[in-house]
């Protein structure tokens, strides 16, 4: 009689950033004692999350990334999605909104309300959030380039309703820089994109103190390819900058830290992304403290909006995106997050539906009510494969930053291509492992079905959508009070061409129901438009 010998699955096993993974972690395989690696929730350097109950006393924020068409239908979602449990509105623009162009700008055909809702003046952004209370809803709306376009229309509406702006609460995205690294919907060039960055830190200081005036984002750090650590160091790196930009407008930095946040992924590796999301909140942490001598213990923590992994959503066999969907949302719960979006399973295809939308918000429900995994604070804290992660990841982000601190900075970085080539590296090879079978993908390369053609059941957006959009925009240009507009532009054009704060001029300008387009233009009069520079 024989035995067929049993063979490993692989001779080396990495996570899904290509590190490679011990088959036993034990205490020989940390640097340090636990007690002093990993430290007390709630306390420097916050490894453990940022608060000391986290979610004993409350749940994250759950929110649903959503907008599409007019802003009367994303109205109507939004309402559906709250009345489903979501607890915090997320805004989705469309693209000529998000790079300042209108609705029947030449550059806008074909694409308003397609990836988001399309917004020209304040008049939708009333009909936007109509009947929604801005005093008891907190909304992150994700708006770079045109960030302080969006704010200050939002600005208004809340004035419209009786609430004054220090009561709005909520999130601009506001990372330029990450744009032009990754994501592309710029429009300004670097210098003045930071200087209107640091002008809505300047303002909201003062007139909206409940605002989280920037989200820095590795989240599209991620979805262009990057590695976990790339994401960490590359981010922070932006987050240095924004720092560093804030002190030099003369801004002390416990005037603005408290209000800084940060958006990361959720990928699939369960373990790497809530060793990740641990090592980014210790590093700031020491950033904060060490480089900029920040005092105040709210400047140190890093409070961070997550959302699960758009790019690992696949076509095929959609049905497979809500587990996908779910391993990502507990890792981001996991590493303590203080807020999620989870993906809707036809995203791959097209905006979610009611239906997906509402799975996607069970997931979170589900984890939050039923998992246990909230009970305790850090649940994964103390496991030698996490904390070997999380001080592996740290290890490899700050040198990362060091590296571009020798570059000069990150802006400099991103003008020699760096980050850009750094970033296409880890696609190349991430694609590389799929294809060649090292990574598998269920459904993709792995475990296929034949499937019969499309799915009957997607949200479609029709183009009567632009048609009606357009109409209302030229029907507001009619009604609206045309010298009281030129005159807001002509201000705003002034003092862009100076040194005031921009913000109190765009408002203005919004207020007399200016468009995003008129307003965008007159900046892009003085500022110029970034045009991308090709690294070969």
């Known amino acids: 009689m024989t035995t067929s010998k049993k063979t490993m699955r692989r001779e080396v096993f990495h996570t899904a950033s290509n590190s490679p993974v011990e088959s036993l972690y034990q205490p020989s395989s940390l640097p340090k004692p636990f007690a002093e690696s990993i430290g007390h929730p709630g306390q420097y350097p916050y490894t453990r999350g940022v608060h000391e109950q986290m979610y004993r006393s409350s749940f994250w924020t759950m929110r649903q990334y959503a907008g599409f068409a007019s802003a ?21 623009f469309d693209l000529p909104t998000q790079i300042g ?34 005093d008891k809803i907190s909304t992150s709306m994700t708006i770079n380039a045109s960030a302080s376009v969006l704010l200050a229309m939002y600005i208004a509406v809340g004035e419209k309703q009786g609430v004054s702006s220090d009561k709005l609460r909520g999130t601009i995205q506001n990372d330029i820089l990450k744009e032009y690294i990754a994501r592309g919907t710029y429009i300004f060039p670097p210098t003045p994109s930071m200087r209107i960055i640091t002008d809505i830190f300047s303002y909201c200081k003062v007139h909206v103190p409940q605002w989280n005036t920037i989200s820095i984002s590795g989240y599209h750090i991620r979805e262009a390819g990057s590695t976990a650590s790339e994401e960490v160091g590359f981010t922070l790196a932006n987050g240095i900058a924004y720092v560093d930009a804030a002190i030099k407008a003369g801004l002390m930095v416990d005037e603005f830290a408290p209000r800084l946040s940060f958006f990361f992924n959720a990928f699939t590796d369960l373990f790497e992304e809530a060793g990740k999301f641990r090592a980014a909140r210790r590093l700031w942490a020491k950033i904060m403290k060490e480089r900029f001598h ?28 809500i587990i ?90 991103i003008e020699q291509g760096f980050v850009q080539a750094s970033i296409q590296q880890s696609a190349y090879q991430y694609q590389k492992d799929i294809e060649t079978e090292n990574r598998i993908i269920v459904g993709v390369n792995k475990f296929t079905v034949k499937e019969n053609g499309g799915q009957d059941d997607l949200l479609k957006i029709d183009d009567t959508a632009e048609k009606n959009q357009t109409e209302g925009l030229k029907n507001i240009k009619l009604k609206r009070n045309s010298q009281d507009v030129a005159e807001a532009l002509a201000k705003l054009k002034q003092a862009a061409q100076g040194s005031d704060n921009v913000m109190p001029y765009i408002l203005q300008a919004v207020l007399v129901y200016a468009s995003i387009g008129e307003i965008c233009n007159t900046l892009r009069a003085v500022f110029g438009e970034y045009r991308e520079h090709i690294v070969l």
Do not use: C
Not at 327 to 340: F, R
Not at 352 to 375: C, D, K, M, N, W
């Open 72 to 92: 009367a239908e994303s109205n109507q979602r939004y309402k559906y999605l709250l009345a489903q449990g979501q607890t915090g509105l997320s805004v989705a």
């Open 101 to 134: 162009y209108d609705s029947d700008a030449p550059e806008a055909a074909g694409e308003v309300g397609k990836v988001g809702v399309a917004i020209d003046t304040l008049a939708d952004m009333e009909i936007l959030f109509d009947g929604i209370p801005l």
């Open 294 to 321: 920040a005092q105040n213990s709210k400047s140190l923590t890093l409070r961070f909006h997550s959302q699960t992994a758009g790019s690992t959503l696949t076509a095929q066999q959609t049905d497979n995106n």
């Open 324 to 413: 996908r969907v779910t391993i990502q949302a507990l890792a981001a719960v996991l590493g303590g997050t203080q807020s999620l979006h989870t993906n809707s399973k036809d995203e791959a295809l097209s905006l979610p539906t009611e239906q997906t939308a509402r799975i996607a918000l069970r997931t979170q429900q589900i984890i939050a009510h039923e998992s246990g995994v909230a009970e305790t604070v850090d649940p994964l804290g103390g496991s030698y494969y996490v904390e070997a992660i999380t001080d592996r990841i740290e290890a490899e982000a700050s040198a990362i930053i060091a590296q571009i601190d020798g570059m000069g900075g990150m802006v400099k970085a």
